[in-house]
């Protein structure tokens, strides 16, 4: 009888989870098609030889802390995406809130072939300076 109380309660904890990364995916589709698409394009592409793609991309996907400083703080100077050097400029977008980039950060890093799990409002006021 516990075991089955146990497993509903994280099924039903489980379902929660995926709702609050579902929901947070399409507020950050609405604000990537404001902010983010005109470089990165519609299906996370990018623009070879000038802004690196999100799709697939092994940077992105390789450190979450780095993800959140460089979307806040934007970034210039050379970085090796999926094997090919870009050295351009990213503008920094502070001025958006917590919630606001971690709801992007969810829309790429689960969009177009990527996987991983939430991130919170919480893990991006962390990485403000
Ligand atoms: C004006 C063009 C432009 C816009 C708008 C822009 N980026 Fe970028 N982005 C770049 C460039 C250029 C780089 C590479 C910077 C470098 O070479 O140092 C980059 C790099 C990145 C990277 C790391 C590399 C990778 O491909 O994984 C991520 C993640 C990223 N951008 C996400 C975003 C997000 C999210 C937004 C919207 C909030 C955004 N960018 C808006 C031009 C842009």
Partial sequence: MKVIFVIIIFG???FLVNDDLKE???RGKKLYNVYCMACHMTNGDGMAGAFPPLAGSDYLMEDKK???KQIL???SGPMV???ITYNGNMDPFESLEDQQIAD???YIRNSWGNSSKIITAKQVKAERK
């Fill in 12 to 14: 039903i904890g489980s």
């Fill in 24 to 26: 947070s995916m399409q």
């Fill in 66 to 68: 780095r993800s959140i």
């Fill in 73 to 75: 703080y934007g970034y």
């Fill in 81 to 83: 995406v999926n094997g």
């Fill in 104 to 106: 992007i950060l969810n």
